[in-house]
C-alpha cells in the first residue's frame, strides 16, 4: 500500500498513548488465551466425548455404586459392543496437596473401550499380567518424575484396607500412556478392579460407574432407554446418557464455565472496545487540519475513510494478534496449577475465532472516527489553521 508509510507515522504520533493501548488489547487477547484454556479444562475434553460412549450411573447420584453384576446384563443388550467400568479412588501421593483421578478398571475392557489411550503392546501384556501393575499418564508421570519400573503408593482417603488400616496402596508402574488428541487425559493413574476389588473393606463387588461402546451411535438414545428400562424397578437403578452429557454434567458442578467465560470476555472486549475507539476519536480530532490539508490534496472521502479505517485494524491486529501468539505460547508452558487440571490447552479453533475478534475490534473502533473523518468539510479544517 503506498499510503502504510503516512498511516504508520499516524498511528504512533502518540506514541506514549498508542503503546498503552497496544499493551491493553494486548494483555486482554492474552486473558482470553488463558480463559479458553481454562474452559477446555473444566470441560475436560466435551467436544471430543467418544459419540459411541454411553456413561451408565446409580440412578440416585454419581457417588452411589452399582454392582458388578450388572455387567454381562448390560452386554446382552443389542446394540452393545463393550461394557467397562471404573471407580473413584481419591487417594494422592505423597502430599495431600498431589491429588489426580485414580480408577480402578477392568485392563482389556478400558482399553477397548477408550482407544485413544495409546499403550505400546509390551506395557499392556505388562499390566493384563500384573496384580498390583498400573499404568500412568504421561503428564502425571512428568509431574511426578515418575517411569516405568517405579512404585507408586497412593495414600487413600476412602478405601481402607481391612482392620481399618489406611495405609498406602502400592503400585508397581508397568506402563505410560499417551493420548491420541490433546483432548485426552493423560493425567490419571489407572490400576487393576480385580486387585482393588480384593484388597478394600468394604463394598466389594461395586463398582463407580459404567462406559458402554455402542456399535451405532445413531441408536445411543434407544441403547441407553433399553438399558435403564433393564434395571427398572430393581434395587439400583440406572441412569444412562452420552458421555458428552455425562461429562457436561460433571463439569457443571462447579458452574457453567461457559457462560462465566462468555460474561468475562465481553465485559474486557466491551471496555477494550472503548479504549481503542477514545485512542482513535482523539487521533482523529487531532488531526482535523492535516486531514483538510489531505482533501485539498486530492484525497476523496472514501480514501480518507479508508486510511483512518485502516489505522483503527492495524493498531488492534498489532496487539490483538502478538496477544494471541502469546497466549499460545504460555499455555503450551501449562497449566498455572501445576497439573491440577487434566486438560490445558488453546484450540486453534479459538485461536481462529480470536482472530476474527482482533478484526472486529479494529473495525468497530475505527468506523466511527473514520465516518467522522469522512464528514470533515476541508473548508472548515483549514480555517482552523
Not at 473444566?42 to 459411541?52: E, K, P, Q, R, Y
Not at 482472530?355 to 476541508?378: D, W
Request: aromatic residues 12%; positive net charge; charged residues 20%.
Amino acid at each position: 500500500m503506498k499510503y502504510f508509510n503516512l498511516i504508520i507515522a499516524n498511528l504512533f504520533r502518540k506514541k506514549l498513548r498508542t503503546i498503552l493501548t497496544l499493551l491493553s488489547i494486548l494483555i486482554a487477547f492474552v486473558l482470553y488465551g488463558y480463559l479458553v484454556a481454562i474452559r477446555e479444562a473444566f470441560g475436560a475434553g466435551v467436544s471430543f466425548a467418544g459419540a459411541d460412549r454411553l456413561f451408565v450411573r446409580n440412578k440416585i447420584s454419581l457417588i452411589e455404586s452399582m454392582p458388578i453384576s450388572y455387567k454381562p446384563r448390560m452386554e446382552r443388550i443389542p446394540g452393545v459392543q463393550t461394557v467397562a467400568h471404573a471407580s473413584w479412588f481419591g487417594g494422592y501421593y505423597q502430599d495431600p496437596t498431589n491429588r489426580f483421578a485414580q480408577l480402578p478398571v477392568d485392563p482389556q475392557d478400558y482399553l477397548s473401550v477408550y482407544p485413544e489411550i495409546l499403550l505400546s503392546d509390551k506395557e499392556k501384556h505388562a499390566w493384563m499380567n500384573t496384580r498390583t501393575g498400573a499404568i500412568l499418564g504421561k503428564k502425571a508421570a512428568t509431574k511426578y518424575k515418575l517411569k516405568v519400573g517405579d512404585r507408586i503408593p497412593i495414600i487413600p482417603t476412602i478405601w481402607e484396607k481391612p482392620n481399618h488400616d489406611m495405609s498406602a496402596w502400592v503400585f508397581d508402574i508397568v506402563g505410560i500412556f499417551d493420548g491420541a488428541t490433546r483432548a485426552t487425559d493423560t493425567s490419571a493413574l489407572l490400576f487393576r478392579y480385580d486387585f482393588f476389588d480384593e484388597t478394600r473393606a468394604f463394598r466389594k463387588g461395586q463398582i463407580g460407574w459404567y462406559i458402554v461402546k455402542v456399535t451405532n451411535p445413531d441408536h445411543s438414545e434407544q441403547i441407553a432407554a433399553a438399558i435403564d428400562k433393564e434395571f427398572a424397578n430393581s434395587s439400583t437403578e440406572t441412569k444412562a446418557e452420552p458421555e458428552k452429557a455425562f461429562v457436561q454434567g460433571f463439569a457443571k458442578q462447579v458452574g457453567d464455565i461457559g457462560k462465566i467465560m462468555i460474561a468475562i470476555l465481553s465485559a474486557v472486549f466491551f471496555t477494550i472496545l472503548l479504549v481503542a475507539g477514545n485512542t482513535m476519536a482523539q487521533a482523529v480530532r487531532e488531526r482535523r487540519e492535516e486531514l483538510g490539508v489531505l482533501k485539498a490534496l486530492g484525497f476523496t472521502n472514501v480514501q480518507i475513510l479508508m486510511l483512518v479505517l485502516i489505522e483503527s485494524c492495524l493498531l488492534a491486529g498489532i496487539a490483538g494478534f502478538l496477544g494471541l501468539a502469546l497466549a499460545k505460547l504460555f499455555v503450551s508452558f501449562g497449566d498455572p496449577t501445576m497439573g491440577a487440571l487434566p486438560l490445558f490447552y488453546f484450540p486453534n479453533i479459538d485461536v481462529a475465532l480470536g482472530a476474527g475478534m482482533v478484526l472486529t475490534l479494529g473495525f468497530l473502533a475505527g468506523i466511527g472516527p473514520a465516518i467522522q473523518a469522512m464528514r470533515l468539510n476541508m473548508a472548515d479544517a483549514l480555517r482552523r489553521m
